[in-house]
């Protein structure tokens, strides 16, 4: 009998402490552009944290190449929610960093802890930039802007002019995809507007944008090896004996 009732007093416990096991998450982007800086949020739930009394603190990390410049703030922080937020600033160089948080729940007499991570791609943008100007006399809002990609629509945004401004508009696209080569890059204005235009002209700004290695590395070789044979037989000329006169 007393073996029954130890058992009756004792399971409810260890029922419901596997019952409310520590889970996290860590969510951001996974696609960056160089030097671009982008909030990464963490949500744990469960654990003896979640209980009156309780706490969670969170460590992170970012690891990438033994260069990397990439920073996190706050690295460090608690919150009685469960929730947190840092700001990731990407590397200045393409790369793959990882983004690492050690969560910790507890109260006055227990803790458990899990660790989530995240890799995030960091690659060179192709930067898309116009300059826009107002020709009228007063003060536009609500100006529509739309970034095109070789036709493929990327991003459309709403700007303020005041009058006779000139503004630039900037968009940073990245993309695993991009093809190495020459793209076609486009922005296009309201066309209904009177007095909004491009400094070039016209509601329409197209430009052409070269991606991956110069398209004049491979020819690099040849004019190197050129310039060389150039000062050798510059070289050998200087040096020639004179002919000798005929008596």
Known sequence: MLSLLLFTIIAPATVQAAANPLFASLSGQTLVATDEKHPY?????????????????????????????????????????????????????????????KVNSYNATSSTNITKSIVIKVVKPVVITAEVVNQGNATLSGVHVTFYFDDVKLYNTTIILTSKATKSVVYNWTSQTISNGEHTVRVELDPNSQFVRFASG????????????????????VLIGLFVLLLL????????????RKK
């Not at 016209?202 to 070789?221: A, E, K, L, R």
């Not at 037989?233 to 000798?244: M, Q, S």
């Open 233 to 244: 037989v510059t070289y050998f000329v200087y040096k020639r004996p004179a002919k000798r």
């Open 41 to 101: 949020q963490v949500i744990a739930i469960g654990g003896p944290g979640e209980g009156t009394g309780g706490n969670y603190s969170f460590q992170f990390t970012l690891k990438g190449s033994s260069k990397t410049d990439g920073q996190v703030l706050p690295d460090s922080g608690t919150s009685k929610t469960g929730k947190f937020t840092v700001n990731v600033t990407a590397s200045s160089f393409a790369e793959d960093i990882t983004l690492s948080v």
């Open 202 to 221: 016209g509601t329409i700004f197209t430009q052409t944008v070269w991606v991956g290695p110069s398209d004049y590395s491979s020819s690099d070789g």
